[in-house]
């Protein structure tokens, strides 16, 4: 057997925790897990419905029905996917309005299109793996350095 170079032996080594890592990545998130991705969530929401929205509680809102569009597209749920239309509608009306204004606000219909989505994503964090979630997340991003959004027509196939 050849002798090796310090720095072969170090290419060579396997990562003893990869199994691990791999099975960590399908398991169901924990009770801890789903509240601290949901609370943001949850906070980005009640800024909108008390008038304090910032640019960041829009980009959080936009983030979930992008991820949760992607989701039901991968379990073709046509419910869930309508109901991702309805909110990106909302979304689109809520960031012209803030074109116009100055400021984030909601009308009626925003009222009631967005906060079906935001308990279907909900049900998504804890029916769905850490690996599907981040792979939803990885084709939102995806898509939108690919030029692919709503404000340019873009429509989700399916």
């Given at each position: 057997?050849?002798?090796?170079?310090?720095?072969?032996?170090?290419?060579?080594?396997?990562?003893?925790?990869?199994?691990?890592?791999?099975?960590?990545?399908?398991?169901?998130?924990?009770?801890?897990?789903?509240?601290?991705?949901?609370?943001?969530?949850?906070?980005?929401?009640?800024?909108?419905?008390?008038?304090?929205?910032q640019?960041?509680?829009?980009?959080?809102?936009?983030?979930?029905?992008?991820?949760?569009?992607?989701?039901?597209?991968?379990?073709?749920?046509?419910?869930?996917?309508?109901?991702?239309?309805?909110?990106?509608?909302s979304?689109?009306?809520?960031?012209?309005?803030?074109?116009?204004?100055?400021?984030?606000?909601?009308?009626?219909?925003?009222?009631?299109?967005?906060?079906?989505?935001?308990?279907?994503?909900?049900?998504?964090?804890?029916?769905?793996?850490?690996?599907q979630?981040?792979?939803?997340?990885?084709?939102?991003?995806?898509?939108?350095?690919s030029?692919?959004?709503?404000?340019?027509?873009?429509?989700t196939?399916?």
């Amino acid at each position: 057997m050849r002798k090796m170079s310090a720095y072969a032996r170090k290419q060579r080594r396997v990562d003893p925790l990869a199994g691990m890592r791999a099975i960590s990545g399908m398991t169901p998130f924990t009770q801890a897990e789903q509240a601290s991705l949901n609370l943001p969530v949850r906070l980005a929401w009640q800024a909108f419905c008390e008038g304090m929205a910032q640019g960041n509680d829009f980009d959080t809102l936009a983030c979930v029905v992008n991820v949760s569009m992607i989701r039901a597209e991968s379990i073709g749920s046509a419910e869930i996917i309508e109901a991702c239309k309805l909110a990106q509608d909302s979304l689109m009306r809520i960031i012209e309005r803030k074109r116009k204004t100055g400021k984030f606000g909601l009308n009626y219909q925003d009222r009631e299109d967005i906060p079906p989505i935001l308990d279907m994503h909900e049900q998504l964090i804890e029916l769905s793996t850490p690996k599907q979630m981040m792979d939803a997340l990885q084709e939102v991003l995806t898509r939108l350095n690919s030029g692919k959004t709503l404000g340019d027509g873009y429509e989700t196939e399916h």
